[in-house]
C-alpha cells in the first residue's frame, strides 16, 4: 500500500518544524530507525532552504520500501555540487527535475534500511 | 583553608547538625563556586546568577557528603557545582519555551536512545523509545522534535584555557575536507565552523559514518550529534546567504 502525506507551508524561517513534525509521524508510523527519521527531516528541511516561495511543498510517498520526497518549487541554488553532496549522504537517491511552469523539484527517496 | 579544618566543620555539620558548620563551610568555598562560575560567565547568563546556582550545587555536595570516602571536599563538590550549572543552562538555553515535561521526557530518550542503539546494534524506532520510556509514540515525537530547539553548545566547551581541549582529529579528516569540490558552497561554509562541528560535517558528509558511528567516535550522544549537524548546515547556509547579499 502506497500513501501519500502532502503539506505546502510558507518558504519562511520557522515553517520548517512544521514540516519536520509531519515527517516525524510518518517515519513513526513505517517504524523507521530514528536516526532514518531524523535524516530525512535534514535532508528535507536543507531542501526547503531552497524554496522559491512564496509557498514551498512537500509530497512525502510512503511504501514498505520506504519514503520518497518530492519538495518545490526550488531555486537554481539547489543543485549547487556541494549542497548535493550533503543531501547524497542524507538520502539514498537525490534527483533534481523540472516542473511544469520551468521551475526546479528535488526528489529525494529514502530506503527502509538506508544505504549504509 | 586546611584540610583538618574542614574535615572538623564537616563532622559538625553532618553529625551534629551544625548548620552554622555548613555556613562556614559554604563561606570558605565560595571562591571555587566563583571560579567554576566564571568557566561557563559570557554565555547569555549573568554571572551572579551562575554563581547563585553554583551555591546550591555546593551546599547540595556538602549535604551529600560521606565522611568516610576518605575524599577532600572540593574534589567531591566540583561535578556537583558543574552539573547545577549545566542544568541552569539546560532550563535555560531552549531556543523557544519547552514546557518542562518535554525538556525532562527529551532529556530521558536522548539516554534511552543511546543505550537502546547499544542494545539493539541500531539506531531505535520511535516506537522502541517509547516503549522504553512508558509513553505514547506522539510524546516521543514531540520530546524528539522539542529538543531540537535545545542549544547546547556552550555547555561542552566552558571557557576555560586550563581545561584539556578534546581531541578533534581534525588532522586526520583534512584530506577529506581537502577532497571538497573547491569553491563550493559546503567549501566555504566550513570555514565558518569550530573544529568540532568541521569534524562531525566531514565524518558524516564526506566519510559517510552514520550519527552514531560519529557519537562514539567524538564521545557525545546521538541526540547531541543531530544538533551539531542540523547547526552546523545553519551556519553554512548562513555563510551562503551573506555571500549571495555582497556578491
Redesign the interface.
Known amino acids: 500500500m502506497t500513501e501519500v502525506v502532502s503539506i505546502t507551508v510558507p518558504a519562511a524561517p520557522g515553517w520548517s ?1 512544521v514540516v ?2 509531519v515527517l ?2 510518518l ?2 508510523r513505517l ?9 530525512l527531516q ?1 535532508a528535507t ?2 531542501v526547503l ?1 531552497d524554496a522559491v516561495g512564496p509557498d514551498v511543498r512537500v509530497d512525502a510517498t510512503a511504501s514498505a520500501d520506504g519514503v520518497d520526497i518530492r519538495v518545490g518549487p526550488l531555486t537554481a ?1 539547489a543543485g ?4 548535493r ?2 543531501l547524497d ?1 542524507l538520502a539514498d537517491t537525490v534527483a533534481l527535475e523540472p516542473g511544469r511552469d520551468g521551475e526546479m523539484w528535488a526528489v529525494l527517496t529514502f530506503a527502509r534500511d538506508g544505504a ?1 | 583553608m586546611a584540610s583538618g579544618d574542614q574535615r572538623a566543620l564537616l563532622v559538625a555539620y553532618l553529625e551534629n547538625g551544625d548548620v552554622r558548620a555548613r555556613d562556614r563551610l559554604v563561606e570558605e568555598m565560595m571562591p571555587l563556586v566563583r571560579s567554576l562560575a566564571n568557566r561557563y560567565a559570557g554565555r547569555g547568563e549573568p554571572t551572579e546568577d551562575l554563581v547563585q546556582v553554583g551555591a546550591i550545587g555546593l551546599v547540595k555536595a556538602i549535604d551529600r557528603f560521606e565522611l568516610e570516602k576518605g575524599v577532600e571536599l572540593s574534589t567531591y563538590a566540583v561535578p556537583t557545582i558543574v552539573g547545577e550549572i549545566r542544568r541552569h543552562f539546560r532550563d535555560r538555553t531552549w531556543g523557544v519555551h519547552v514546557p518542562r515535561r518535554l525538556k525532562e521526557l527529551s532529556m530521558r530518550l536522548s539516554r534511552t536512545r543511546d543505550d537502546l542503539s547499544a542494545e539493539l546494534g541500531r539506531s531505535p524506532t520511535v516506537a522502541e523509545l517509547a516503549e522504553a520510556v512508558g509513553v505514547d509514540e506522539e510524546e516521543v515525537i514531540d520530546a524528539l522534535q522539542a529538543s531540537k530547539a535545545y542549544a547546547p553548545r556552550s555547555l561542552d566547551q566552558p571557557h576555560d584555557d586550563d581545561e584539556p581541549a578534546r581531541p578533534t582529529g581534525l588532522a586526520d579528516e583534512e584530506r577529506g575536507y581537502a577532497a571538497l569540490e573547491r569553491g563550493s558552497v559546503v567549501r566555504q561554509g566550513l570555514d565558518t565552523l569550530d573544529e568540532r562541528e568541521r569534524r562531525i560535517v566531514v565524518l558524516r558528509f564526506l566519510r559517510g559514518m552514520s550519527q552514531s558511528e560519529i557519537a562514539a567516535e567524538i564521545g557525545i550522544s546521538q541526540m547531541h550529534v543531530s544538533r551539531l549537524l542540523r547547526k552546523s548546515l545553519e551556519t553554512m547556509r548562513g555563510r551562503l546567504d551573506e555571500t549571495e547579499v555582497t556578491a
Do not use: F, H, K, S
Not at chain 1, 549547487?80 to 549542497?83: H, I, K, T, V, Y
Open positions: 518544524g519536520e513534525l516525524a509521524g517515519g513513526a517504524d523507521l530507525p530514528y536516526d532514518r527519521i531524523d535524516e535534514l528541511t536543507a532552504e541554488g549547487d555540487p556541494g549542497r553532496r550533503v549522504a549504509r
